[in-house]
């Protein structure tokens, strides 16, 4: 569907739901039209790219290093994964990131999914373009606190560097800051979020929802006026709304110029939320349940408030759980990790450089092998090959270990300097577990 379709559908769908409203629909909803709502959220068949900037597997293989490379931050030790987090939405789970000043940025760390079909970025909407956007975190000097020109000539200088700028742009191979941000925004055009269970339903599926998320959802499009902002596969209007948050913020306002726009702030999109809390763009509500208890007793009352928030919901404490339900149907039971992305490699207590003595498989929740012998100074290699977000920890003599979490793909190498006994499972599925034991291994290299 075009822009111009997307807008005028957005608009019929507010009307209906105001008339919904206004004639009495609030006390008693109407049956819902499942043939008609799954086309309105039916998901598209392709991924939009601009003439400018189309895709290559190797402007996004770049583009994903560049996305974890702490060479274009001040110091050395920020890349924009540092608050991007994959398995938290692309966010960073606080309210607010602590920026370079020590003192917590303005806003709530967006997210970075199926920013692809974008009209504008950021929360207020400065950025009309993701190459644009990809630029400004890396300068601002709260943020990454970035030089350009610094980072520039450390990436030219890197041979390897070098080489996947050559091979992602072979009419113009330069280390610049144009190639810079078209790599970073043709890697982000990959971050699409995976079919969910409401996705099923929209193909047709109609056991995917249980009763209490399929009642939700007709609250959502029905008298909770959910969908009059939160429109289309990614329940996003990409328009602005001041939704009577208690916020001196002034959002899209001073951007554009326009008082009426005061405390007005991009709608998000509701896909893969559930690992992206807190929510709104001060990271205020902590919860689902938070947010539509926002939404129907705690609206702010001013004159730049949207016109497209029903003026009054009354929902029950039943209604407001089944919304809630609903709203998890958007997320992936873990968090999902775009094939794009390379797999991660943690270590400790360990060089990057050395070679684990063993490797370990995570796969069908288990560890396997379940116990290993090793040496003192050797070290053991975890491998998540698992369809599931895994967790490392570790307790033993001297060491206390909890890894990030860790995604299929990702491995974990962990030194082990003292001999004795040592206890590894996964923090998110406990059941798994396994048996390190460390060998003293004497001045003769003998046990």
């Keep these: 569907m075009t822009r111009e379709g997307l807008a005028k559908a957005g608009r019929v769908l507010a ?43 190797e402007k996004v293989a770049l583009g994903a290093k560049l996305f974890d490379d702490t060479r274009l931050s001040g110091d050395g030790m920020t890349a924009c994964s ?35 079909w974008g009209l504008s970025f950021f929360w207020d909407g400065r950025a009309s373009s993701l190459e644009t956007q990809a630029m400004v ?9 970035g030089d350009l020109q610094t980072s520039l000539r450390e990436l030219s200088s890197d041979p390897q560097m070098r080489r996947a700028f050559a091979a992602a742009f072979p009419d113009d191979p330069a280390v610049s800051r144009d190639n810079l941000a078209k ?46 902002c939160h429109q289309g596969w990614r329940f996003t ?43 709104m763009h001060d990271g205020s509500l902590a919860t689902f349940e938070d947010v539509v208890d926002h939404y129907a007793d705690r609206i702010v009352k001013r004159p730049t408030l949207s016109a497209d928030l029903p003026q009054r919901i009354e929902l029950s404490a039943t209604e407001r759980g089944q919304l809630v339900a609903f709203l998890n149907t958007l997320s992936s039971n873990d968090p999902p990790r775009p094939a794009s992305l390379p797999a991660k490699a943690m ?10 003595a063993s490797t370990i498989s995570q796969k069908d929740r288990r560890f396997s092998p379940g116990a290993v012998v090793l040496k003192t100074g050797e070290a053991l290699r975890i491998l998540n090959d698992d369809t599931r977000v ?57 046990k």
Excluded at 188 to 205: A, I, N
């Design 237 to 279: 209007d990409e328009a602005f709304h001041d939704i009577g948050l208690p916020s001196p913020d002034k959002g899209r306002g001073p951007v554009l110029g326009v008082s009426a726009a005061n405390h007005a702030f991009k709608t998000p999109s509701l896909r893969e939320r559930v690992w992206s809390a807190p929510y």
């Design 15 to 57: 009307g209906l739901v105001l008339a919904s409203l206004v004639g009495g629909a609030a006390d008693k909803p109407a049956p819902l039209d499942a043939e008609h709502w799954r086309k309105v959220f039916a998901r598209p068949d392709h991924t939009p790219t601009p003439p400018n900037n189309p895709a290559t597997t």
């Design 390 to 446: 895994h967790n490392v920890r570790v307790d033993g003599p001297g060491t206390s270990f909890n890894s990030d979490a860790q995604n299929p793909g990702d491995t974990v190498t962990i030194g082990f300097d003292q001999p004795g006994h040592y206890d590894v499972i996964c923090g998110i599925h406990p059941q798994m577990r396994l048996s390190v034991d460390v060998a003293q291994v004497s001045s003769s290299g003998k």
């Design 82 to 116: 540092t608050c991007h987090q994959a398995d938290l939405s692309f966010s960073d789970g606080v309210d607010r990131h602590v920026g370079h000043d020590g003192q917590p940025l303005d806003r709530r760390t967006p997210p970075l999914w199926n920013l692809a």
């Design 137 to 145: 975190p890396i300068e601002n000097v709260r943020e990454m606190a």
């Design 183 to 228: 790599a970073l925004a043709a890697f982000q055009r990959t971050l699409v979020s995976p079919e969910t269970r409401f996705d099923q339903w929209v193909k047709g599926d109609d056991k995917a929802l249980e009763p209490d998320e399929l009642a939700g959802f007709s609250l959502f499009v029905g008298k909770g006026g959910c969908v009059a």
């Design 347 to 356: 270590v400790a207590g360990v060089g990057a450089e050395a070679v684990a």
